[in-house]
């Protein structure tokens, strides 16, 4: 599968585990879901590969800031892009706790939201598959003058004059 | 007023590039209804009964004369020769084209407006107190902060996919106008006991179907964060809004069900680690803006005007008008004029596109070319020479604009109801025209005193019927249009909800239950001071439901 990294259109790499079964788990690069993380954090910590996790809008960011240092990359789903949870998780992530690895949009990510997500902090993007991603891609382009301080843009417009 | 600067203008051409694409976009099925729903939201378009409406914003109310002949030009080429002021001080039109918004946007935007955030679950137009800078009662000027807010809010990357719709209001006078107490974030400019300026913050406040006056969250902040605890407030509410229920989404339930002091721990919370941000506003930017909204240039006058009182003393009609219509100004020998949009044979708030012209004409010509719109469907030309009204109202009285009933009974509060709007249960503008037509005499209108009723075609309350001092809703029994009433609402600084008062009535009945209240009110009243709202709130609201019930 193809995602959006820093900009452009790369293979992905990871593999997404589904359930709450640690043994289940297999070789390589993984993102785990938060619940399975709770649930075999001593397990995964042991295993070789790569460590990501995956949050649901309903999970709280702050359970995972004392593991921040374990992941490279961390997943938020947008089970509808019209559940606007995960903007402020990434504000949190980047810069309230300092998170600088991978910040992965996934689930219903679209051409129209990336432009906010990116402003939010993330880096990198697997879209809705219904939506050719070359399509995607060009939402990073929508606006180039921001008003507000963000993940990307440390001062707001009134600061900048 | 503000005037953009080249980043300003070049975010909006950016917006109306993006939505042009959104557009294209769509028409091609490369987007699907679903995901356009909200992109063509946040651009203000509703897929109403007969066509898209297009809602397009008047930041707290303000509009220069440019700007309103622009919004003629809208309503003549790419709609049917009118528009519809709201009671958020935006206008609508109620017959676009799909094809033609880009392009509609793209003459906003020439003119400095935009139609954005007019709609969807993100941070709405902005409101304000349409006498704001003219008022004596005015701590301080709430428009530029509201601008400061405005261009904050503009393309939120965080805060545009929110639970539901959030509402900000600002004011700076002591008597509210802006109904501040029924926004999601109500803001009014306030002192602290060392007599410096800031502001208090209410949260929670919304009509809808499940109506509530706002809180109190914070009663003083430092002016320069306006913006950080604006932040903390709705970072809040998108974490922990409610998002399995529509009907349950707004702030004021996640407030309501938190309780007001669990809610406002959370924001403090939130808000300490933010205070110092880069977000934090700079004097300078306040000054900045503040330059934009200096004083014109006001003739030195004196304050009584002969030539005025004769007139009045000479004509009952414009005496009439300026004792109604007219309202004192801060700057001896000026007064505000209220331009009424609730005459016979319109729906309230429907101006048309020669009406938009004349207005803006009038505008330049004895108000320093601006324009304010009003939360209760009326506009305002804020700064007019007393020794020129005569001329002025007999401008206005050729051009049907002229009705001398702000405040009283037919000064209503409507929404376009099911003769335009998909969620309606019922229609409202032909209940409006029942009332203007049976309460047509002024002198009985004087009589009643101030009265406000306000109607909405559903529960969704877009007519604010929850804050009238008599409430209409229309609602569906069984195919069949019925009317329920409320008493006991108000929007101003003794907000409250109405409550009601029993079974709905048809359309024809409506008008005589209103005469059936009215009556008790007259027969009640202690004198003629006591308003409807005060004798009902003294008496109770049994001696009204009994008599209107007293056939059925």
């Known amino acids: 599968m193809q995602i959006i990294k820093s900009n452009e259109i790369v293979e992905d790499t990871w593999t997404t585990v589904e359930g709450e079964d640690a043994s289940a788990v297999g070789e390589g690069d ?3 879901p938060f619940a399975l993380w709770q649930a075999a954090r001593e397990t995964l910590k042991g295993r070789n590969g790569g460590l990501g996790i995956l949050l649901e809008p309903g999970d709280a960011v702050e359970d995972i800031i004392d593991d921040l240092d374990r992941f490279q990359v961390i997943a938020l789903n947008f089970p509808s892009f019209t ?3 995960h903007y402020s998780t990434a504000r949190l992530l980047r810069e309230r706790y300092g998170y600088d690895r991978e910040l992965r949009a996934v689930g219903d990510v679209l051409r129209d939201q990336i432009f906010y997500m990116h402003r939010c902090g993330f880096d990198a993007y697997a879209p809705n598959p219904r939506h050719p991603i070359e399509d995607v891609l060009k939402g990073l382009k929508d606006f180039t003058v921001k008003y507000q301080p963000a993940a990307d843009e440390p001062e707001p417009l009134f600061r900048r004059f | 007023m503000y005037q953009y600067n080249s980043q300003d203008r070049q975010i909006q051409q950016e917006r109306v590039q993006q939505f042009r694409s959104q557009v294209q976009r769509r028409l091609a099925g490369e987007l699907s209804e679903e995901e356009f729903r909200p992109l063509r939201l946040m651009n203000g378009l509703y897929l109403q009964l007969h066509a898209y409406m297009l809602r397009v914003a008047v930041p707290y109310g303000l509009l220069s004369s440019r700007q309103m002949r622009m919004l003629a030009h809208i309503a003549r080429k790419y709609d049917k020769g009118y528009g ?3 009671t958020r ?15 509609i946007l793209a003459d906003l935007a020439s003119v400095e407006m935009h139609a954005n955030q007019t709609s969807g679950n993100c941070i709405r137009n902005i409101s304000s107190d349409e006498y704001a800078g003219v008022i004596a009662d005015e701590l301080e ?4 902060y509201a601008e400061i807010a405005r261009q904050y809010s503009t393309f939120h990357p965080e805060f545009s996919y929110l639970p539901r719709k959030f509402k900000l209001a600002f004011t700076g006078a002591e008597t509210d106008r802006t109904a501040v107490l029924f926004h999601d974030i109500g803001i009014r400019l306030v002192k602290n006991e060392a007599g410096e300026v800031g502001f208090a913050f209410y949260a929670g406040g919304g009509m809808g179907r499940t109506p509530m006056v706002g809180k109190l969250v914070r009663a003083w902040i430092e002016k320069e964060h306006l913006l950080t605890y604006t932040e903390a407030i709705m970072r809040v509410y998108n974490r922990y809004g409610r998002r399995d229920n529509k ?3 707004r702030i004021k339930i996640l407030v309501h069900e938190l309780g007001i002091e669990e809610f406002t721990r959370e924001v403090e919370e939130e808000f300490a680690h933010i205070k110092d941000s880069s977000l934090k506003l700079t004097q300078a930017e306040i000054d900045r803006v503040k330059a934009y909204f200096t004083a014109p240039d006001y003739k030195d006058l004196p304050a009584d005007d002969e030539g005025l009182t004769q007139a009045m003393a000479d004509n009952r009609a414009f005496a009439n008008w300026v004792k109604h219509n007219t309202v004192a100004h801060k700057v001896p020998g000026y007064r505000a004029i209220v331009v009424s949009l609730k005459t016979r044979g319109v729906a309230p708030g429907d101006v048309t596109d020669d009406q938009m012209e004349a207005i803006a004409d009038l505008a330049d010509e004895y108000s320093f070319g601006e324009i304010r719109t009003t939360h209760q469907q009326n506009l305002v030309l804020a700064d007019v020479e007393q020794g020129r009204l005569f001329e002025l109202w007999e401008r206005l009285t050729g051009l049907h604009l002229a009705t001398a009933n702000v405040g009283t009974l037919t000064d209503i509060i409507c929404c376009p109801g099911l003769d335009y709007c998909s969620l309606a249960n019922a229609r409202s503008i032909p209940i409006a025209e029942r009332i203007l037509e049976r309460f047509d005499d002024l002198d009985h209108l004087y009589d009643l005193g101030e009265i406000r009723i306000k109607m909405s075609g559903c529960i969704n309350a877009c007519g604010h019927h929850h804050a009238g001092h008599i409430g209409i809703l229309g609602v569906d029994k069984k195919g069949e249009e ?3 009433i409320t008493l006991g609402g108000s929007a101003a600084d003794d907000a409250s909800v109405g409550k009601i008062i029993g079974p709905g009535f048809p ?23 006591e308003r409807f709202l005060d004798t009902l709130r003294r008496i109770g609201v049994t001696p009204f439901k009994e008599r209107v019930y007293a056939d059925h």
Request: glycine content about 6%; overall charge negative.
């Open chain 1, 30 to 32: 993984v993102i785990v």
């Open chain 1, 83 to 85: 559940d606007g949870r």
């Open chain 2, 84 to 86: 519809h002021f709201t």
């Open chain 2, 89 to 103: 001080q935006n206008i609508q039109y109620n017959w676009i084209k799909l094809t033609d918004v880009p392009d």
């Open chain 2, 141 to 144: 000027d709430p428009r530029p």
């Open chain 2, 247 to 249: 009907f349950k989404a």
């Open chain 2, 482 to 484: 019925l009317y329920q």
């Open chain 2, 507 to 529: 359309a024809e009945e409506v008008v005589p239950a209103i005469e059936k209240l009215l009556d008790v009110y007259v027969e009640q009243r202690d004198g003629e001071g």
